[in-house]
């Protein structure tokens, strides 16, 4: 198959996906993985659906998630915890950046 056929095919399959999310009225970050980002107050950031932690600093975390790549800047920042699918990072949250 050529490769502009098989880009267009992967269109119409999100058009289709898509189209299902929204008629059933499914969360989308549940179908489509995208990351959850839940901030409490200034001091606490929970994190869900990332894929791997790409720089950890004690001022920087940055993480890769499946549509885009995320920053937390603060200062004592640390991983309180982390799993496959989430993660609490504690500190004093400054931004939260989002990078495609």
């Known amino acids: 198959m050529e490769k502009g056929k098989r880009a267009g095919l992967g269109r119409v399959r999100e058009n289709v ?4 999310v929204e008629s059933l009225e499914l ?5 489509y993985g995208a990351v959850i980002i839940t901030a409490v107050g200034r ?3 929970l ?6 932690i790409i720089e950890y ?16 800047q603060g200062r004592h920042l640390v991983v309180e915890y ?3 699918d989430e993660m609490k ?5 400054q931004g939260i950046i989002y990078d495609s």
Not at 47 to 52: F, I, L, P, Q
Not at 62 to 71: D, E, I, N, S, Y
Not at 89 to 93: A, D, K, P, R, Y
């Open 17 to 20: 996906k898509s189209n299902i």
């Open 27 to 31: 969360p989308k970050d549940i179908l």
């Open 43 to 45: 001091s606490q950031v």
């Open 47 to 52: 994190v869900e659906n990332y894929k791997g």
């Open 57 to 72: 600093t004690s001022e920087k975390i940055r993480l890769q998630a499946k549509g885009c790549r995320v920053a937390i």
């Open 82 to 84: 982390y799993t496959n």
């Open 89 to 93: 990072v504690t500190g004093s949250i």
